[in-house]
């Protein structure tokens, strides 16, 4: 699914009433660009080219 598929509008709207969130609607616009913010940074990580070779790390230490 590309962004461009992606009401994020829409996305928000139907995600309040399901999980039933008291959101207030001079919020929404907020959390509508909060997610629009999140969807270009996916996309940069989503877009980064890994060699084949790479394996994942089997625990994280910091």
Same mark, same amino acid.
């Given at each position: 699914?590309?962004e461009?598929?992606? *009401?994020? /509008?829409?996305?928000v709207?139907?995600t309040?009433?399901?999980?039933?969130? !008291?959101l207030?609607? &001079?919020?929404?616009?907020?959390?509508?660009? *909060?997610? /629009?913010?999140?969807a270009?940074?996916?996309?940069l990580v989503?877009?980064? !080219?890994?060699p084949? &070779?790479?394996?994942?790390?089997?625990?994280?230490?910091?």
């Amino acid at each position: 699914m590309t962004e461009e598929s992606i *009401n994020l /509008t829409e996305y928000v709207e139907q995600t309040v009433r399901l999980i039933d969130l !008291p959101l207030a609607p &001079e919020y929404r616009p907020s959390v509508v660009d *909060n997610f /629009t913010k999140i969807a270009a940074i996916a996309t940069l990580v989503m877009e980064f !080219p890994l060699p084949e &070779e790479m394996e994942a790390a089997p625990v994280f230490e910091p």
